[in-house]
Structures are given as C-alpha cells and as structure tokens.
T-cell receptor, first 113, second 110 residues
C-alpha cells in the first residue's frame, strides 16, 4: 500500500514564475491538506481539500491556489513566485477532514531564485 | 500561532526513556493534545493524541496533567532512530488544520 506521494521531489524556479506541485493521497483517503515548511520552522497550514472543494484555508495569499481531482489527488499552484516562497511543501492525507491522524508525504523542495 | 511551548532541544541516551514536556496553558475544553515527529528529510509522522486521560500506544505514552495545562510525551526506550523534531500540537476537535510550532529537537546519543 503506497503512502502519500508527491512530485516533483525538488524544483527550482525564478521569481515571478508559476509552479504546480502534485500529491497523491494514501489509498482510502479522500482528504488532502497542504503545508509550507520554511527552513528551521514547523509546517504552516495552507489549505485543505475534500470532495473537490477547499474546506479551510490558512493565512496565505491568493497566489496560493489548489485543486482536487475526482480520484482525490491534488495540486498546489503558486503564482508570481517570491523568494520567500522557497520552502518544503508537504502534502498530508486523511480518511476524513477532521481525522485525528494525517499522513504526510516526503514533500517537494521548492527553491525560488 | 501555536498554542504550545516546548524546549528547543533535548538529549537522551540510547535505551533510556525520553520525556518531552509541553506547556499548553490556554487549552480549552474541546481541544486535544497531539504529538507528531519529523525525522530529517521526511514528512511529519503522527505519534499519539489525547484529551484528558493518559494514552499509550506502540510508539509512546502521553501523560496529561489533571488541569490539562501541560503534557509529557514518553518514549520508553529511545533508539537512535528516534532522533527527530517532536511537535506538540493543540487542536480543536472537528478542526482540520494542525498548527505546528518549532518543536523540540530530540537527539538520542549512543
């Protein structure tokens, strides 16, 4: 049983560009959450998707958007990249939106130059 | 902002118990205490959670004080593979998001 998978593993982009990160949830999970983790900090909640809709959102600007597909996989899109967007982006899946346990993927390391 | 306070770092000898403290003095009645850990270069991993009573699973034990203002995560026999950052999180029941602080960097020494 595959756990949460994310692609790509690493990514380098230039300021002003746009990026799309992808996540496949653990088998049997229909809820996906995205987190941003800056170096030396704990992960920060970006948003959560369930039934193809955004359920809850953290304190992130509209440049951060997402999508969930009918197969429960999800994408995180970031427009107009800033240097400060350089971080590890983590995807987590769960059985239900308020499940006590979230399963995290290994993350995508984004570097903005 | 995170509702918890944890020491920045701790050390433990291999084979000994590791006791990681967490203060959550503003916790409300419907908020649970969660513990996750993050081993270097991996995503966070769920360890345990509790509301009022002490909890134990195959990974760890969680001791919550009677007033619920603090808790302790206990790893009974720490191994080198337990070296990680440990996050104590207070989460409202029914809420979807986890609010992480900076956590405690636990180093298990041989």
């Amino acid at each position: 049983d595959a756990g949460v998978t994310q692609s790509p593993t690493h990514l380098i982009k230039t300021r002003g560009q746009q990026v799309t990160l992808r996540c496949s949830p653990k088998s049997g999970h229909d809820t996906v959450s995205w987190y941003q983790q800056a170096l030396g900090q704990g992960p920060q909640f970006i948003f959560q998707y369930y039934e193809e809709e955004e359920r809850q959102r953290g304190n992130f600007p509209d440049r951060f958007s997402g999508h969930q597909f009918p197969n429960y996989s999800s994408e995180l899109n970031v427009n107009a990249l800033l240097l400060g967007d350089s971080a590890l982006y983590l995807c987590a899946s769960s059985i239900t939106p308020d499940s006590y346990e979230q399963y995290f993927g290994p993350g995508t390391r984004l570097t903005v130059t | 902002d995170a509702k918890t306070t944890q020491p920045t770092s701790m050390d433990c000898a291999e084979g000994r118990a590791a006791n990681l403290p967490c203060n959550h003095s503003t916790i409300s009645g419907n908020e649970y205490v969660y513990w996750y850990r993050q081993i270097h270069s991996q995503g966070p991993q769920y360890i345990i959670h509790g509301l009022k009573n002490n909890e134990t699973n195959e990974m760890a034990s969680l001791i919550i004080t009677e007033d619920r203002k603090s808790s302790t995560l206990i790893l009974p026999h720490a191994t080198l593979r337990d070296t990680a950052v440990y996050y104590c999180i207070v989460k409202e029941g029914g809420s979807e998001k986890l609010v992480f602080g900076k956590g405690t960097k636990l180093t298990v020494n041989p």
